[in-house]
């Protein structure tokens, strides 16, 4: 079932008290090794290797606020979203046993291991409501990358509806019951963005490489016309996924992690 698992981190003695500007790729190097060494040598191949969408989505180190952890205190943690049924325990399980982990420069000691939610897909479905307006509080830096096929590579860091409900609506449909084509319709023909108070920030994907720019802050869509009522529920039932799988691309690098709401 879709999951979200929350690694609360304490530093250790001695260790550099701030944390690296940017942490995504570091978390996504330290979650690996955790999945590794905690018995899943298998599935953290897996997990490295799958092609988009991936099974799994991190955050960068947050804070307190749920904001990308830049001082010096002493505890912080970094968020997992699983998407597949399959997965959630095998991934707990090795994440139990991991005792203390490198992020970056700074040395942790695991302070906890929570479930912060977790919902089956057939949960998520029989939850939805008949809304018509959504808002996503971007936390970290959202962005959609052009396709090698589409010619030089480019970001698009602006989150149109039809960008992020069509990937959310393709990440549903790999790890999920398939939704059909009359939630795409709505999708590409039924959503637009009514306000958004946004600004680019940049995120790290790879050490030594340039950073990229996304958006983070509040967005808010709403539908238009009237679509059929059970592609408007399917629709509710993608908001709340998102809040396991994110937004955009790159999210197993800490990219896209938002907080959905709805009236």
């Known amino acids: 079932m879709p999951a979200r698992i929350g690694v609360l981190l304490e530093a250790g003695r001695g260790a550099a008290g701030r944390p690296a500007v940017h942490t995504g790729p570091a ?17 953290a191949t897996l997990f490295h290797e799958a092609r988009p969408p991936k099974p799994y989505t991190l ?5 307190e606020r749920d904001r990308p952890a830049r001082g010096v205190g002493e505890r912080v943690r970094f968020e997992v979203g699983v998407l597949s049924d399959t997965l959630t325990a095998p991934v707990l399980l090795a994440l139990s046993r991991l005792s203390r982990t490198r992020v970056a420069n700074c040395h942790y000691s695991v302070a906890g291991i929570e479930v912060l939610r977790a919902e089956p897909y057939a949960e998520l479905l029989d939850a939805a409501r ?5 808002t996503f509080d971007i936390r970290t830096p959202a962005a959609f990358f052009t396709a090698r096929e589409e010619g030089v590579r480019r970001v698009r860091p602006f989150p149109t509806p039809e960008w992020v409900f069509s990937d959310l609506y393709r990440r549903w449909n790999a790890f999920g019951p398939p939704m ?14 009514v306000e958004h ?31 059929g009522a059970d592609a408007v529920l ?30």
């Open 130 to 134: 008949s809304v018509r307006r959504w």
């Open 180 to 193: 059909d084509d009359e939630t795409a319709d709505a999708i590409t023909g039924n959503l637009e963005a």
């Open 27 to 43: 978390v996504n190097a330290a979650f690996l090794a955790a999945v590794r060494d905690g018995g899943e040598a298998e599935l």
């Open 234 to 263: 399917a629709l509710d039932a993608l908001v709340r996924f998102s809040a396991y799988a994110g937004i955009g691309d790159r999210t197993n690098i800490g990219m896209g992690h938002v907080h959905p709401t709805s009236p």
């Open 59 to 63: 955050t960068p180190l947050l804070d």
């Open 197 to 227: 108070r946004l600004v680019t920030s940049e995120h790290l994907l790879k050490a030594g490489a340039p950073t990229v720019r996304g958006c983070v802050g509040t967005i808010s869509y709403r539908v238009v016309g009237q679509p």
